[in-house]
């Protein structure tokens, strides 16, 4: 499971183009602690962030939602924790949900959906987005996931 590179969309060119510019680093998970006291940490989360254009405390969240555990920051290493012991393969399912959920457009499968909340009252509320790659606009639905309000509020 370990990659040298993530490939963010899906597209086939995305899996035969060396160049292709939707591609990050691979997440970088390091648990440490000592027995009972364990912490993962998810060190590259801040330098994912920027490349997925998303603050690290949203799919932090989603991440610590999902596995049902605490998550915060750890201010000295300046990355995502989470508190327990979860592999690499359990971090990188939830966070590639996150990026299917609220990065990728679900029109063109790229990762240039730009998020925001609506502020017309003549509309519903909710997390919408433009996709600067294809121009799509739409609402994303609120039954998605349980973080859903949280990053609502936080984008």
Do not use: W
């Not at 602690?33 to 799919?59: C, H, Q, V």
């Not at 359990?90 to 240039?112: A, G, H, R, S, T």
Request: aromatic share 14%; charged share 25%; glycine share 6%.
């Amino acid at each position: 499971m370990n990659k040298s590179k993530l490939y963010l969309a899906t597209k086939e060119s995305a899996l035969t183009d060396p160049t292709y510019r939707y591609q990050i680093d691979n997440l970088n998970i390091k648990t440490q602690g000592k027995p009972g006291n364990m912490t993962t940490y998810f060190l590259n989360s801040e330098d994912i962030a920027g490349k997925i254009n998303r603050d690290s405390k949203l799919f932090g969240k989603y991440i610590s939602t999902s596995l049902s555990c605490p998550s915060g920051v750890d201010k000295e290493k300046k990355c995502l924790t989470f508190k327990g012991t979860y592999s690499y393969e359990q971090i990188y399912k939830y966070f590639m949900e996150f990026v299917q959920l609220y990065v990728l457009c679900p029109n063109c499968d790229y990762p240039e959906m730009r998020l925001y909340n609506q502020k017309d009252k003549s509309k519903k509320l909710g997390i919408y987005y433009h996709c600067e790659s294809c121009g799509s606009d739409d609402i994303i639905n609120s039954k998605l996931d349980k973080t859903y309000e949280f990053i609502e509020k936080n984008i």
